[in-house]
């Protein structure tokens, strides 16, 4: 039964998001390059925001863009070096997944 809801679920968010970024792919992009600093659902992981001595803004509740969140990938953010491993397809990918964290 469980199996059924999960399949029904991702099916379901696959076709309302045929022509999007894969948020879902994003996820993966996320957990290997982004997680260790903004944390598993956002929330900026506090040690690294005290190491940097800076304000990391918390994913659930911040408005970002496409274009904000890959600018800052690509070239960097204030004390973020740029991402260059997340290229591409990932890049949209990961983006898609930042911006499905917004509660
Ligand atoms: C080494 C730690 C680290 C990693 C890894 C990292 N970030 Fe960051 N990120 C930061 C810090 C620190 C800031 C805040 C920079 C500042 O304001 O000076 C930041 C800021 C940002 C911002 C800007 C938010 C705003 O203030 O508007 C975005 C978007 C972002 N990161 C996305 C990502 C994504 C996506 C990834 C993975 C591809 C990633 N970051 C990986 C540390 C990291």
Redesign the pocket.
């Known amino acids: 039964m469980r199996m059924i809801l999960i399949t029904a679920a991702l099916t379901a968010l696959s076709s309302t998001a045929v022509c999007a970024a894969d948020a879902k792919g994003g996820k993966d992009?996320?957990d290997k390059?982004?997680k260790?600093?903004?944390g598993v659902d956002g929330t900026p992981n506090a040690g690294?925001?005290k190491m940097?001595k800076?304000e990391?803004?918390d994913f659930k509740t911040?408005d970002?863009s496409d274009a904000?969140?890959k600018t800052?990938?690509t070239a960097g953010?204030?004390?973020?070096k740029p991402?260059a491993s997340?290229t591409g397809a990932a890049l949209d990918n990961?983006a898609a997944y930042?911006k499905s964290m917004k509660k």
């Open positions: 992009v996320y390059s982004c260790s600093c903004h690294v925001a940097m800076v990391m803004k911040v970002l904000d969140i800052a990938v953010k204030g004390k973020m991402i997340v990961v930042v």
